[in-house]
């Protein structure tokens, strides 16, 4: 899973960069070569990846919680062993990334300690609370459909480290989607109340699933150099047209109502109108005010204290084995 849109800083001008070694690495950006850790790259390629990539890392640390908190009810063993696999898939796409974060300089501590602060940023939509099982069978379709379409678009990117870990984690998060695909139809073509509990959950997740692509392209700020070094790969908007492309006539095949009375697809543009997702409330969620951003953030603290005596015991026994036998 995913976090969707990134939360961009307006780029500082590369103007200060050696002009020589700018252009040798965007006309290797250009010709399509992908950029690795030893190689030169402008600082602000460097902080916007950072940023990028410990954002994604921190929402698929933190996207584990809303579902792994119904592990324990899911309904049936066949669903609570699927559930244990996607839950545990979130946390190993999370190593990944923190391991490709970690090739552009910022060490894995500093990126733990400045999510359990606050000072860094995940995905908004796990800030919102999995009320019931058939909000994790909506998280697992839809919000996993948009962290694919996000994902496949930044594995062409340039960043090498990132692109390779992001083929990976497509893969098992085509899974997902199909996991969650088989839980919806299951719940939408089951009894009345089983009905009603995946529309309810629906009308829960769409305001943050639409919010999930980030702000829209008339407020983002995403320049015309982040997209130049295909750090940015798509526009907000575009990837949000994408998911409605693909996912509208898929809910309503399954006799679901979007909770949005403007929702069409005007046939001339051949783009979907909708109401404008409240970015107030967005940026309210992601300044910390969310429903469960406090829970969140208490969960991961607490497993970092709880785990600290593996991580040292760990390397004590990793100092052990550096003393040479004699
Ligand atoms: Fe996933
Ligand atoms: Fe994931």
Known sequence: MYGGGNIFEKPENEIQEDPVKLAEFEARILAGEKIEPTDWMPKEYRKQL?????QHAHSEIIGALPEGTWITRAPGFRRKLALMAKVQDEVGHAQLLYSAAETLGKPREDMINDLISGKSKYSNVFNYPAVTWADTAIIAWLIDAGA?????ANSKGSYGPYCRALERICQEESFHLKYGHDNV???ATGTQKQRQMVQEALNRWWPPIMHFFGPSDKISVHTETLMR???KMASNDDMRQKFLDMYVPKIWDLGLTIPDPKLKKNEETGTWEYTEPDWKEFKRVINGDGPCNAERLAVRKMSEEKGKWVREALLNRNEMYSVPLS
């Not at 694919?148 to 496949?152: D, E, R």
């Open 148 to 152: 694919i379409i996000n994902q496949v």
């Open 185 to 187: 139809v299951f719940l």
């Open 229 to 231: 070094w295909k750090v």
């Open 50 to 54: 950072i940023r990028m990539i410990e």
